[in-house]
């Protein structure tokens, strides 16, 4: 099967069906946006390329996007989605390493990714420029066959730490992941919308085929980015919208001033980074029962767990508060397991490694066997992830045990500490580390973006956890330091706080 067949029925069946929005209007039906990729698919094989060989995409988010992917699919060729924000560097390094023999680039990141382009890029082609649009006037060519084992999307892991590596996720991987997400996470029926204001490259991108392969409508802001105001003004414009957001964008949802209508929304679906369950109340109180949440990984593209809409409305549960505090119950698709570090399943309650495995797992990383034999030893993917089940199925994930703070012998899960300090109603923010100490091994420190005293926190935490787990220090900052996906990166705090104490010898 070929992913690629999805847009070209469509494109036969249901020809004047909406396929593209952009902003409020619809930019191309099912027909035309599967003509212009059949055309796009024919030119992609007349530069020369065969089957397999990948084509990069290092854009910001446009109806291109969509366009270039399932042109990259249609002529048989696998996709290599590139994040448009990170440094033409880190850029070149992921055309190299995934031997890119093309790349399609939004307009100016062509510039900066030249100097650091490798040997291996025949082609950078600008996205609306003059060679772009003469690739349209090549003849269409058919949807070339594929096996479901083939490459299509090469995933590059946001690489926290170390370089990003490059899940293979095969049409078949990406087609389960797709009926995961239309038959567990949101109804998609034909017309409806979703918005992508999260990157395409990554988890946004990743919902475009559920709705081509029931003919939904991929809208993409105007500004091609997420701001909350326009984002309001798309939910009003499209009946039935969903939308991806990161943790950090629901709150920005959340707190924006602007009047919001949230009748037309279906589901925002929330994921990628811990969501807090003073944010999920909050965004529950503003939007009504439209909120779900899913935990994956590139390894296993948005497809580990689902917590549903119906799950965080309904408050009535006499275990309510866990179950918003948890990432939810396992996809269909897929056997979760919590293990010891031999890989033994534990029991509900106890916490390990969550290990997975089924349909939506990857087929191993590009061109890095070691890598892939780690993850996937004993026929499961190691998420690196630590979780705990309880008695009722539901997963709760902890923080990465490099995150663990140890202080005098007792474990603290930084977590635990942020839910208490993002309940005080002028924390904003809150990220939670371990300060290495002498007496202590480890002391308790708390980054807060707000204006709350460091004694009403006290306070709180003293009324709320163990004394042992409060914070011995409060920092007040403006903002946290986040990655391209609004992630807090915990090692980057931590060397802000070693520059912050000992700023000589840290250097
Ligand atoms: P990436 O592969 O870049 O999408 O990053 C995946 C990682 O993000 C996972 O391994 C988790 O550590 C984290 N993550 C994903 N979804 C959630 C979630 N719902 N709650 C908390 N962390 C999450």
Known sequence: MNLAHWLDRAGLSDPARPALGLGSRVLRTYGETAGRVARLAGALQHLGLSPGDRVAIASTNSPDYLEALYAIWHAGLAAVPANAKLHGAELGYILEQSGARVCFASDGLDGEIAPHAPKNLERLIVIGGAEYETLFAADPVPVLPRDGSDLAWLFYTSGTTGRPKGAMLTHKILAAASAAYAGEVDTVLPGDAILHAAPMSHGSGLYIMAHVMNRGINVVPESGAFEPGEIFNLFRAWPRTSMFAAPTMVKRLVECPAE???????????????????DARKALERFGPRLAQIYGQG?????????????????????????????GRPFRAIEVMVADVNDAPLPAGEAGEILCRGETVMAGYWRNPEASASALRGGFLHTGDVGAFDKDGYLTLKDRSKDLIISGGSNIYPREVEEVLLKHG???????????????????????????????LDALCLALIARFKRPKDYVFVEALPKNNYGKILKTELRAMDERRISPRTAG
């Open 299 to 327: 390894e296993s593209p948005m497809t580990i767990t689902v917590l549903t809409r119906d799950e965080i409305a309904n408050s009535d549960h006499p275990r309510w508060g866990e179950r918003l505090a948890s990432v």
């Open 260 to 278: 919001c209508d949230s009748e037309n929304i279906r589901t925002i679906v929330c994921g990628g980074a811990p969501m807090y369950v003073e």
């Open 426 to 456: 002028r924390v904003r923010e809150a990220s939670v580390i371990g300060r290495p100490d002498r007496e202590w091994g480890e002391v308790v420190v708390a980054y807060v973006v707000g204006d709350a005293a460091a004694a009403e």
